[in-house]
């Protein structure tokens, strides 16, 4: 069970707990109580004996006239979690007015370990209120009430804990039984709430007892303060800064009517007598300072038992006011009354809480049961401003500039309803920029209807605004704030700026287009699919690209595949232009596959006579899709633009998406001696994937790739075949062709061949490889890779040149001994000879430069790759 959060909040606590710890100091010292405590006989009421003992409660009602004892008395049952701590327990005795007596029993639970089992444990007291019984009422002991107090439950912020409050009066005292929680305060102070207090009458807890929670001291330094007498209304304020949140009791649970601008509706208390110490609390906003309270007692029409406060307490989360009415206002038809502060406050909390009022007689200050039927009420509470007579339109005014009045005119607008709204968006491109900023906060506040027109706009304006230049030299846009918060607003709203953002897609400048598209992909996409394809035919260049990978990104969400559906059945399909058409098939990438529809509406597009280039280049890639999903006529379309297209783009294209295809892996090993270069390379690469990726090549494909790592005249060709013998498992012939391309006349050759022997440990050909690692005059990287391949052939021959390598590092001649340095420490680690930290203790010291020192340690701490 968590501590109570109340506990942590003792100072502030009030008369709740102040009486409570006032009670406390009858307990006496630590020892438990093993005499008996009598409470004698009163008027009506019979004598109790009680003693508490380690195993239980036992507790005998005696008549008046006799002595009275426990012997022989009734063993009152505990609960079980409660049994152990009946050693600490105390009885309080408690005169109640009329002089009739009350037991309160409490067990702390202080020291003691919480567990599931024990929910009081570790914090709390368990409290039991028992009497005896009236005169002529039988013989056995009442318990009016038991159970944890002090111990709280519920979420954070909704927590509550019941308790037991002990109120002096002149004569005796109030014993209630009431709840604190988190969600009702007076401003931070702790409240009682649902209080049951104890009626010495018939000794029964009556629901509905008032209690004033504002400790006695704190009323007593109240500062005094007279409401005076308006002849006229007021005129209202365009706003309304108050905002009720709680209150301890209301008729009908209206207690939000006090400030809801209409002086014909009320808040009236809801419990027995005058009402004593109920309240209600407000969120304010503490950028407004207050200068008074509007006060507004009785409304037309009454309310039925209707009293006027005489006085009320004003309370802060650190001022407390106390406000004196002149006169009965329940007499006084549309009477209101102003307050003055004696200086302005800030605060987010106001709480109003009731004093003495002009009650009907019979209902006293203490809320006396006698007359239930008085209702205390207040039919307006309104605070009173710097701003008070400016209508939305002036605040949205003084939001410029950003300072404290600016903040001010933010936080009454924001709480100021439609008008205030419409006002902001209607001022805001009047507004410098911090005043813009504190606009959108006011418009956040809206529903996502009213936003939503208003961000969307921002997004279009501010996207057309930073479109960032094309080119490789292009400078990135400046963030914009103004940009980042319509955007996060528009996602916050999420499907309810599906229209407007459709709106932009199809009809906005090219920058809105793309930014309205990604943001519909995200939060709509279902709605994103049918604008995007509408917007696509029109859209051009780097435009019809972004909108394409917004449509690819709709596509993806399981959201839309009912739409996507929709759009590939071929009357849907058909009825748009064919590069629409291209680009959703295009867009759902591989899930084409898994489209119901995909594979038809291909075929419409991949068989149509005199096919251009543009339709059979664009075709290879959701061909591939289909194809690996298992479509055979797919896998024939991409097979034959790879053999026989006339055109090497094609080829080249359908070399590119064909590595994913295993049962292409022949066409593709044909591909790698294609007439045109760049389709021997793509087709190279894309077997170098497939090897990569764990494919099984055909046989020959390594005689095959060998062949162009020897003979073919371009250098991109033959370093794609090394790359892809290296990806391939080891065979004997593949090995001997990279070890020949060690010595073809590029190095970015022999880096691959290096690569490729490294992959496969060709340890047969360590000698060659070791050459390249210790020629001086070879490119630099050439003998890194060298060193790398060594390594991973676990070459331990080497491990002296390597240290040399590694140390040299240390103090640098140029970017070489680095690079070699780097590419030593690798493989040292990868070795990771027995005397490894000996040899690289000068490269741990302080003056090694961070990343060598870094490499180092990483060398160090590598797990070795190399058997012994």
């Known amino acids: 069970m968590s501590r109570s959060p109340f506990r942590s909040r003792r100072p502030r606590i009030g008369a709740a707990v102040g009486v409570i710890a006032a009670s406390s100091t009858l307990l006496g010292n630590a020892a438990a109580q093993v005499a008996p405590v009598v409470l004698p006989h009163a008027a009506g009421q019979q004598a109790l004996a009680v003693r508490i003992e380690p195993g239980g409660i036992t507790a005998r009602a005696c008549p008046a006239a006799a002595a009275c004892a426990p012997d022989g008395g009734k063993v009152l049952a505990v609960p079980s979690e409660v049994a152990p701590l009946l050693g600490s327990a105390r009885v309080v005795p408690i005169s109640l007015p009329g002089g009739k007596h009350l037991a309160k029993i409490e067990a702390p639970a202080a020291g003691k370990p919480a567990s599931a089992s024990a929910p009081g444990a570790g914090s709390g007291s368990w409290a039991m209120l028992l009497a005896a019984p009236l005169a002529g009422k039988g013989t056995e002991p009442i318990v009016l009430w038991s159970g944890w107090t002090g111990v709280a439950t519920g979420e954070h912020g909704e927590g509550r804990s019941d308790a037991v409050v002990v109120e002096p009066l002149g004569s005796g005292s109030r014993v209630l039984v009431g709840q604190l929680r988190e969600d009702v305060t007076i401003c931070g102070r702790p409240a009682l709430v649902g209080a049951s207090e104890v009626d010495p009458r018939t000794m029964t807890l009556l629901k509905g007892a008032s209690f004033q929670n504002l400790p006695a001291e704190e009323r007593r330094a109240a500062g005094k303060l007279a409401a005076e007498r308006r002849e006229a209304d007021a005129a209202a304020p365009a706003f309304r800064l108050l905002r009720p949140t709680a209150a301890s009791s209301a008729v009908g649970k209206r207690f939000a009517e006090i400030a809801d601008g209409d002086p014909k509706t009320a808040w009236s208390e809801g419990k027995a007598g005058a009402g004593r110490g109920e309240f209600v609390s407000f969120s304010s906003a503490d950028e407004v300072g207050i200068t008074g309270l509007g006060l507004r007692i009785k409304p037309p029409d009454g ?105 001010a005119a933010a936080a009454l607008l924001a709480r100021s309803g439609p008008e205030a709204i419409e006002a902001a968006i209607a001022g805001y491109d009047k507004l410098d920029a911090a005043g813009r900023q504190l606009a959108r906060g006011v418009i956040d506040a809206a529903p996502c209807a009213t936003q939503i027109p208003f961000f969307t706009a921002r997004l279009a304006a501010g996207a057309s605004a930073v479109a960032p230049r094309r080119g490789p030299r292009a400078a990135a846009p400046e963030p914009d704030p103004e940009l980042h918060h319509a955007r996060d607003r528009i996602r916050r709203c999420g499907r309810a700026a599906a229209p407007a953002l459709a709106e932009i897609v199809t009809g906005g400048g090219s920058a809105a287009k793309v930014a309205a598209a990604r943001e519909l992909a995200l939060v709509a996409p279902a709605e994103a699919i049918p604008a995007l394809l509408d917007a696509l035919p029109g859209a051009r ?261 390597w240290t040399r390598l590694a140390l040299r590092a240390k103090a640098p001649i140029g970017e070489g001994d680095q690079r070699l340095g780097s590419a030593a420490l690798a493989a040292l680690g990868a070795v990771h000879p027995a005397d490894l930290p000996a040899r690289l203790k000068p490269l741990l010291d302080k003056d090694t430069p961070h990343g060598l020192r870094e490499a180092a340690r990483a060398a160090l701490s590598a797990a070795p790759q190399c058997r012994r």
Do not use: N
Request: some cysteine; proline content about 6%; overall charge neutral.
């Open 541 to 801: 260049g780097a435009t019809r690209r972004d909108l394409r990978a917004a449509l690819a990104l709709a596509a993806r969400s399981q959201r839309a595949a009912p739409v996507v559906e929709e759009e590939v059945q071929m009357e849907r399909l058909r009825a748009r232009p064919e590069d629409a058409q291209l680009d959703l098939l295009r867009a759902l990438g591989p899930a084409l596959g898994r489209v119901r529809g995909g594979s038809a509406a291909f075929q419409a597009l991949a068989s149509a006579a005199s096919a251009p280039f543009a339709r059979r280049y664009l075709l290879q890639a959701p061909a591939a899709a289909l194809a690996r999903a298992g479509e055979a006529p797919a896998e024939a379309y991409l097979r034959a633009s790879l053999r026989k297209d006339a055109d090497p783009h094609v080829r080249l294209r359908a070399a590119e998406v064909a590595a994913e295809v295993p049962a292409l892996a022949p066409d593709l090993l044909a591909a790698a001696s294609d007439p045109d270069v760049r389709v021997r390379e793509a087709a190279i690469v894309a077997l170098s994937r497939a090897a990569t990726a764990g494919a099984k090549l055909p046989a020959g494909a390594a005689e095959a790739l060998a062949a162009r790592l020897a003979s073919d005249p371009w250098t991109f060709v033959r370093g794609g075949a090394a790359l892809a013998i290296g990806a391939m498992p080891a065979t004997p012939s593949g090995d001997r062709a990279l070890v020949g391309a060690l010595a073809d006349r590029s190095p970015e050759v022999r880096r691959h061949a290096l690569d490729g022997l490294g992959a496969h440990r060709a340890t047969a050909h360590i000698e060659a490889v070791r050459d390249r690692a210790e020629d001086k005059a070879e490119d630099v990287e050439v003998r890194a890779r060298a060193i790398l391949a060594l390594g991973a052939m676990c070459d331990e021959s080497s491990v002296d040149l």
């Open 303 to 407: 309310v039925e038992g209707g009293a006027a406060p005489r006085t009320l307490f004003v309370a802060t989360p650190d001022r407390l006011f106390q406000v004196s009415l002149p006169e009965d206002a329940w007499l006084k038809e549309s009477a209101g009354y102003e307050v003055k502060l004696p200086e302005e406050i800030r605060a987010s909390c106001l709480a109003v809480v009731l004093d003495e009022a002009y009650a009907p007689r019979g209902a006293g200050d203490r809320g006396a049961p006698s007359a239930p039927e008085v209702r205390v009420t207040i039919a307006e509470v309104t605070a009173r401003t710097a701003f008070d007579g400016q209508g939305p339109g002036t605040l949205v005014g003084a939001l410029a500039g950003g300072g404290e009045r600016s903040r």
